[in-house]
């Protein structure tokens, strides 16, 4: 594995009472790329992501992260490696502020844990780069608000931020679009690319603009296998991709022919 490589498969495999969810997947992600995973609808992508941080045990292969064989270690002790994944329903605490959600965030990468007892001066020692955390996704208007009020896709920016909060190496994004209209979708691509700059994203998106407009490299599962990998011009041209998702032989872009991943 080179150093170019920050997170990398090997013959991942998963199975469910006989039926093959994930079958044998070799993915090389490369460090500071935005990679997404997308297919047809149960190509296996949900259950690939949740192998990557063991929240499923994987029935064959491996995950390697930084060089390091990670397959065997919990969810905590991968997050703690620097790998913070988001899921497809927001993950916030909708009844504290935003404020106090990316203070939390905030506290637990200063090793403080999650300790909302905390006097208050010691909490408010992290308000101002919570302030400029909340600025970032174009929410400090609103810091007041309970995570509740807020709307669907102030949600997911705000999930956004405490993941910039915690400063990850790597973010696994599930879905970071998913329900969202138009003007969201355009907010979010541009808070992805936000959190990429300095780190590695891979995402299961199923929006093809986002994916086409966002992704350095993407790579196509069907039917729990590797399709194809390789840029978005390279893999909207690939018959065998346009087969999956058209459920025929024909030349034509899949980011027109079909939305849905």
Known sequence: MTQDIILQTESLTRDFNGFRAVDSVSLSVRRGHIHAIIGPNGAGKTTFFNLLTNFIRPSAGKVMYEGVNITARSSADIANLGIVRSFQISAVFPHLTLLQNIRIALQKRAGKGLNFWSSKRILNQFDDQAMQILALVRLESLHDKLAVEIAY?????????????????????????????????????????????????????????????????ITVLARGKELASGTYSDVSRNEAVIEAYMGRKRKRNIGTAHDNA
């Open 153 to 217: 896709g102030q949600k997911r920016a705000l999930e956004l931020a405490t993941t910039i909060a915690l400063d990850p190496k790597l973010v696994l994004l599930d879905e970071p679009t998913q329900g969202m209209g138009h003007e969201d979708v355009e907010h979010i691509m541009e808070l992805v690319r936000q959190v990429a700059q300095n780190r590695t994203v891979v995402m299961v998106e199923h929006n093809m603009k986002v994916v086409a407009g966002i992704s350095d490299q």
